[in-house]
Nanobody, 127 residues
Framework: QVQLVESGGGLVQAGDSLRLSCAASSGRTFSSGAMAWFRQAPGKEREFVATINWNGGITDYADSVKGRFTISRDNAKNTAYLQMNSLKSEDTALYYC???????????????????WGQGTQVTVSS
């Protein structure tokens, strides 16, 4: 079982940057599976943001964040990151990190492929 804890959210102005972190309790599981960030805005469905494969060599992004957000991971620290630049009001949401197990080394935007989820960290962007 892997526990994920997100941090780094907050209230910022449009155009600002934030870096979210996702710390995993199990290093063995964390380093063997893909990770992803999803978000959910009030009244909307959860949506895919970014994903990274098990060793950090492959990433994929939603079109809405491509060129502004960067996902990365440090397996030695059991931590994944989401660097968010040029934030917009439409980026306001609760951001979740999610992890796959050792069977899921590759990236995917499908939420059902991720068995482990954090509690979320709130990002609010004022315009």
């Amino acid at each position: 079982q892997v526990q994920l804890v997100e941090s780094g959210g907050g209230l910022v102005q449009a155009g600002d940057s934030l870096r979210l972190s996702c710390a995993a309790s199990s290093g063995r599981t964390f380093s063997s599976g893909a990770m992803a960030w999803f978000r959910q805005a009030p009244g909307k469905e959860r949506e895919f943001v970014a994903t990274i494969n098990w060793n950090g060599g492959i990433t994929d992004y939603a079109d809405s964040v491509k060129g502004r957000f960067t996902i990365s991971r440090d397996n030695a620290k059991n931590t994944a990151y989401l660097q968010m630049n040029s934030l917009k009001s439409e980026d306001t949401a609760l951001y979740y990190c999610a992890a796959r197990n050792w069977l899921g080394k590759s990236t995917t935007a499908q939420a059902q492929a991720y068995p482990y989820w954090g509690q979320g960290t709130q990002v609010t962007v004022s315009s």
